[in-house]
């Protein structure tokens, strides 16, 4: 069975979706939920017909660059959507849901490098999962820190755009950007747990980097949300330090996908 037209339905409703709410900004009108969030839906549930084609194999997960990110921004707009439900995010998803439709266009399209099929077992499996949801809600506590940042600025030169209008004020932006730190801090610690449970050698020459550079980030985001409850870090101080933790944690797995890939062709 082939993914190009689960594939190509998820880019158009993604993008429609994506359309129709940056209209609605640049009119300066609030989006219809229901118009904003179903198109979304099915876009994610054609996502994810597609990467069940392109990643599942008999006995083996095939896991490359692109299908990884495929996979981490479907994860993030089903935990966008979730979120949704009870929590004012409906503004991350004109960032959200372009992230998915490039990401689910480059799996179909880009020829994948060369790539090592992972063996499916429950701990295997458990260590892949919980990765995935870390750099999932990581990765919405990115996009909030980013419309943070603008938020702040244009507040402050007392010139918000339509784009700002819409926004929650600036302290529900900033308990929405502590949550997704913690949840992703939570679960980033637990698939670092089932890595040393379930891998026969985190430190192996493969896995180094991925391993020393992931724990790099993790302390980071611990000291950040330590910072954030002693010390009361805020603003432009806790925005540098999630950009930063998420770059190493971006750098810990796709940084070395890349290179073993398409460099190293290992």
């Known amino acids: 069975m082939s993914s190009l037209l689960p594939t190509l339905a998820a880019a158009a409703f993604?993008?429609?979706?994506?359309?129709?709410?940056?209209?609605?900004?640049a009119g300066r009108r609030r989006p219809n939920t229901a118009l904003l969030v179903a198109p979304g839906i099915v876009a994610l549930i054609s996502h994810c017909i597609a990467l069940l084609i392109q990643l599942i194999l008999p006995t083996t997960l095939s896991l490359d660059f692109f299908d990884a990110s495929s996979l981490i921004a479907a994860v993030t707009i089903f935990l966008m959507l979730l979120g949704c439900v009870r929590m004012p995010l409906h503004t991350l998803l004109i960032l959200i849901y372009p992230l998915g439709a490039i990401t689910a266009l480059l799996a179909e399209?880009?020829?994948?490098?060369?790539?090592?099929?992972?063996?499916?077992?429950?701990?295997?499996?458990?260590?892949?999962?919980?990765?995935?949801?870390?750099?999932?809600?990581?990765?919405?506590?990115?996009?909030?820190?980013?419309?943070?940042l603008v938020q702040d600025?244009?507040?402050?030169?007392?010139?918000?755009?339509?784009?700002?209008?819409?926004?929650?004020?600036?302290?529900?932006?900033?308990?929405?950007?502590?949550g997704f730190l913690w949840?992703?801090?939570?679960?980033?610690?637990?698939?670092l747990i089932s890595g040393w449970l379930f891998l026969e050698d985190m430190f192996a020459q493969h896995l180094v980097h991925?391993?020393?550079?992931?724990?790099l980030a993790w302390i980071l985001f611990g000291v950040l949300l330590w910072g954030r409850n002693r010390l009361g870090w805020r603003g432009h101080t806790a925005i540098r330090w999630t950009l930063a933790g998420f770059c190493l944690l971006m750098l810990a797995y796709f940084g070395s996908k890349l290179v073993r890939e398409f460099i190293l062709h290992v």
């Open 14 to 25: 993604y993008f429609a979706a994506m359309v129709y709410q940056g209209l609605c900004l």
């Open 109 to 148: 399209f880009v020829p994948a490098g060369t790539v090592q099929p992972i063996d499916i077992t429950p701990g295997i499996l458990t260590h892949v999962l919980l990765s995935i949801i870390a750099y999932g809600l990581l990765t919405l506590a990115v996009f909030q820190s980013l419309l943070l």
């Open 153 to 178: 600025r244009q507040l402050k030169n007392k010139h918000p755009s339509g784009l700002i209008r819409s926004f929650p004020p600036l302290q529900t932006m900033e308990s929405l950007l502590f």
């Open 183 to 191: 949840a992703g801090w939570a679960v980033l610690s637990l698939s």
């Open 210 to 215: 991925k391993t020393i550079l992931s724990c």
